[in-house]
């Protein structure tokens, strides 16, 4: 651990230390450290590379499921696939010991694996929905994915409409969902303490739930390997991967709770 870090690692653990609620806001950053590629730059695995050439706005929108629903459904799978082949690493493992440390403790994710969850975090808001789960695209009646589907080259039938079945996630040009969105936002009002984990702070709305926690009294402590544009609101600013920051985080907190 970088020595110039103890002393906000510090800070930080007193905050957390005194919290009640604490709201957490994750993005690509986390699952990236478990090998999930992140949704534009992908990973050194040559079949990421193989979707490297495309387009994710043509991926990921109505316009290019109605286009080509086939490429669509096989890029998401293969996505799939590689999420359910991941683990989860120090920093999910980390908050969902976090959470046992206060009253209320809620994560806040843009991404769309389910890491969290098997990293022990039992409350859990997705933002942009969930790869693992499906629905019909014209209906919205839920879908139960088949083993055989993974590798299909088109997407299945909705069983009540006949519609196609996609991903259970927000595309662009998509609204939130809104029932998510208004829980995230009324944990974010009431939190004495708001983390920014791995996220570039740069996709709205998620962004500017933190404004919103910090603009009601909450303290800011961003942990992130590289600055963001929110890294100059931040009470405590921590440049590291969160695999590495939070587990040691977590040791402050408890030494502080024993003391």
């Known amino acids: ?9 510090e800070a930080a653990a007193r905050l957390l230390r005194q919290a009640n609620r604490i709201v957490c806001l994750t993005g690509a950053g986390v699952s990236a450290e478990s090998g999930v590629a992140t949704f ?17 706005q043509q991926l990921a929108s109505q316009e290019g499921f109605a286009a080509n629903p086939g490429m669509v459904w096989q890029w998401y799978m ?39 969850e098997r990293g022990g975090s039992r409350r859990v808001l997705h933002l942009h929905g ?11 009646f839920e879908h139960e994915l088949l083993p055989g589907e993974k590798r299909a080259a088109r997407p299945p039938r909705c069983l009540s409409c006949s519609g196609a079945v996609r991903p259970d996630v927000v595309w662009f040009g998509e609204p ?10 009324h944990e974010s009002e009431r939190c004495d303490v708001f983390l920014i984990v791995g996220t570039s702070g740069v996709v709205y709305p998620a ?12 303290a800011l402590i961003e942990i992130n390997p590289e600055l963001t ?14 695999g590495i920051l939070l587990p040691r985080l977590l040791q402050l907190v408890t030494e502080l709770q024993s003391a």
């Open 40 to 56: 534009r730059t992908g990973t050194d695995n040559q079949s990421d590379a193989l979707w490297a050439r495309f387009d994710p």
């Open 207 to 218: 962004a500017h739930l933190p404004l919103v926690a910090q603009h009601h009294g909450a």
């Open 78 to 116: 293969h996505r799939l696939m590689a999420v359910e082949s991941a683990k989860p690493n120090d920093g999910h493992r980390a908050l969902a010991q976090l959470e046992h440390n206060v009253p209320s403790f809620t994560v806040v994710t843009q991404n769309v694996d389910d890491l969290h």
């Open 176 to 185: 939130l969902p809104g029932r998510i969105l208004d829980k995230a936002w």
């Open 130 to 140: 969930r790869i693992n789960r499906f629905r019909c695209n014209v209906c919205g």
């Open 229 to 242: 544009q929110l890294s100059d609101r931040a009470d405590v600013c921590l440049p590291a991967r969160s």
């Open 1 to 9: 651990m970088n020595e110039k870090l103890e002393v906000p690692l």
